[in-house]
């Protein structure tokens, strides 16, 4: 998982000492991860699926955001 952290795949909190602290969102992409290993992604194929999920999660949800706005005026 340090080889995750050091690609920024993965950024785990730390304790002011320094330790890593894993929240279910971090351990919910270390099994994502793990799966595209599996299907045959490198590491760096992998931070690009990554990357383009988060960027369309964020797409969605500003679509949806606007959709309730319009929503909201046409009413």
Known sequence: MRLHETRGLLRPER???GTRRYS???LDRVRRIGRLLT???NLTGISMVLDLEEQNTH???TNQAGRQAQDS???
């Open 59 to 61: 797409l969605l949800a």
């Open 39 to 41: 299907d045959g992604l």
């Open 24 to 26: 279910p969102d971090d």
């Open 15 to 17: 304790t002011p000492g």
């Open 73 to 75: 005026w046409t009413r």
